[in-house]
């Protein structure tokens, strides 16, 4: 079985910037995809960014040009950088990862994340 451990959640005043952190460990031969995904109170969980194994990323256009997604192989960790946090981007975040043999997807436990104006 494969867990997604996150950290790096906390509150931070609009402006300012936070890190995520998610370590998948278990049963990995390799990891597919791996993504962020928020969700604020009330509203659906949303895509904030994705990354493939080869490094292609994408981003939700509301986080473009201030998150930044990265990951080390590696370790099997994936990180979110986030500059310019506005009271917006306060949810719960969720770290993905599609996992190989058997291409199945993973959460993590969810960091909150609040920005305060």
């Known amino acids: 079985q494969v867990r997604l451990v996150e950290s790096g959640g906390g509150l931070v005043q609009a402006g300012g910037s936070l890190r995520l952190d998610c370590a998948a460990s278990g049963s990995i031969f390799t990891i597919n995809a791996m993504g962020w995904y928020r969700q604020a109170p009330g509203k659906q969980r949303e895509l904030v960014a994705t990354?493939?194994?080869?490094?292609?990323?994408n981003y939700a256009d509301s986080v473009k040009g201030r998150f930044t997604i990265s990951r080390d192989n590696a370790k099997n960790t994936v990180y979110l950088q986030m500059n310019s946090l506005k009271p917006d981007d306060t949810a719960v975040y969720y770290c993905?990862?599609?996992?190989?043999?058997?291409?199945?997807?993973?959460w993590g436990q969810g960091a909150q994340v609040t920005v305060s104006s």
């Open positions: 990354s493939t194994r080869g490094g292609s990323t």
């Open positions: 993905n990862a599609n996992v190989n043999p058997w291409g199945r997807e993973y």
